[in-house]
């Protein structure tokens, strides 16, 4: 089995920051492409930022220059450091990583539980 767990989330005021992280734990091989989702009330999940095995990043618009994902192989963690956060960041976080649980194996999605950041005053 294997976990995504997601620490890092609360409440903060306007322009304050917060960095989540998100551990795997479990039978892991190998892990590839590591990201952030998130979801507002009523609205879909969208894609955050994703960091590849290979390092390259991709980000939302919305969060271009505010947000920084990292990756620590050696941990299985994932981050998302968020500055300068706007009340429209409000929304539940979730970490997804694809791996694989043994050699030659599939390469599958695993999502965390979800960890709620609250911009407001």
């Known amino acids: 089995q294997v976990q995504l767990v997601e620490s890092g989330g609360g409440l903060v005021q306007p322009g304050g920051s917060l960095r989540l992280s998100c551990a795997a734990s479990g039978r892991i091989f190998s892990i590839y492409d590591m990201g952030w989702y998130r979801q507002a009330p009523g609205k879909q999940r969208e894609l955050v930022a994703a960091?590849?095995?290979?390092?390259?990043?991709n980000y939302a618009d919305s969060v271009k220059g505010r947000f920084t994902i990292s990756r620590d192989n050696a941990k299985n963690t994932v981050y998302l450091q968020m500055d300068s956060l706007e009340p429209e960041d409000t929304a539940v976080y979730y970490c997804?990583?694809?791996?694989?649980?043994?050699?030659?194996?599939?390469?599958?999605?695993?999502w965390g539980q979800g960890t709620q950041v609250t911009v407001s005053s």
């Open positions: 997804k990583m694809k791996l694989s649980t043994r050699r030659f194996g599939y390469e599958l999605d695993y």
């Open positions: 960091v590849t095995s290979g390092g390259n990043r």
